[in-house]
């Protein structure tokens, strides 16, 4: 395949041809009157041609923390019934769940194929399991990920939202998920949910020792409390030789230290290779993103939830939410606007596959280099910033050299 008429990151207009799931030649376009270059578009019978009509060519999204087994999307809207804290939430989504006016599995692949059809062919989703629904959202995610396999590459938590010492057999059911198929293991607020954070973070790095499994850990905890179960996360993560194979999710009280305390974690994520993915909320500390990205954390970004039982908020749109995390972190500049950008495609796509180096600071721009997966979004656009600006439709998404929707349509 070739695309042609398309400007990587925003650069020059170029034409990129595709050999089976690889970019293997980004070439600048001749000039109108210089006629076409040998061997470019056109001049094969067997060439597949896309034309990308100037549009902007960028990595396509990575959502790395949304919780697919509590989507309402396309269901009418409903008032919202949760209260505060984690426990409460999670018993107001456990009284709900099952009343919604479509079954389950057909909510799930409804949402994500609206994820893929936006531009997001990598996807890491949270699957509660617990004692109440045992491993009936997990299988879910799982046949959504089966339907859309050929459109979207989706890791699956297995996510004890409820705790794991709270309900006898928590545990139990966590494991179960892992031989049914869940591909990472969760865990949750060690200390204020739990209230054991050593026992807690035993179980969770144990069945991902006897698993081969990463781990994903929700911490909503707050300040000296939520520092305090990192360094936990983080002695374990070392002793146990898993560097790169561990995500602490949210985080946000982590960073409200002195800035030693911040500028020390910092460098202990990096030296270990634990990531972080944030969902861009408002109204909280912000991640300190740039020392992070100077630094080489890897840092993703997610939607969470998706109009779900614990909030109204989510669209299935990450280039929306990419607009989010620049608002919310004041971003202003081009280049902080477009390293937002990285953050919500390169930089999640680097947490779900480990392989891909991290970001190498704000202005680090990867994904359409020769050798990168075709895993792209084309959207029309001035620059990448007008684009997480206008959020425009017109968008054409690519999975491994395959176009997989149009114009926010699924093919």
Known sequence: MW??????????????RIEE???VEVRPRAGADEGAPPGAPGTADDQVVLEGRGRLLLPAFADVHVHLDSTRLGLPFRPHTGGPGVWTMMLNDREHWRDAEIDLVERVQHTLGLMIARGTTRVRSFAQVDVDCGLERLEAVLAAAETHRDRAEVQVVAFPQAGLLRETGSVQVLEEALLAGAGVVGGIDPCSLDRDPARHLDIVFD???RH???VDIHLHEAGELGRFSADLILERTEALGMQGQVVVSH?????????SQTAALVERFAELDVATTTVAPGGRASLPLTQLAAAGVRVGLGEDGQR???SPYGNADMLDRTWQL?????FRADALVEHALAVGTRGGASIVDRELPRLAGTADRPGLAVGDRADLVLVAGETPTSAVMDRPEDRTVLHRGRVVADALTLR
């Open 3 to 16: 695309i042609t008429d398309v400007r990587p990151w925003g650069g020059g207009s170029a034409d990129v």
């Open 21 to 23: 799931d690889w970019i």
């Open 207 to 209: 069945l991902a020792q």
């Open 212 to 214: 081969t499994v990463p």
């Open 251 to 259: 985080g946000y009280g982590l960073w409200d230290g002195t800035e």
């Open 308 to 310: 779900d039982y614990w």
């Open 326 to 330: 620049a608002f919310t972190h004041g």
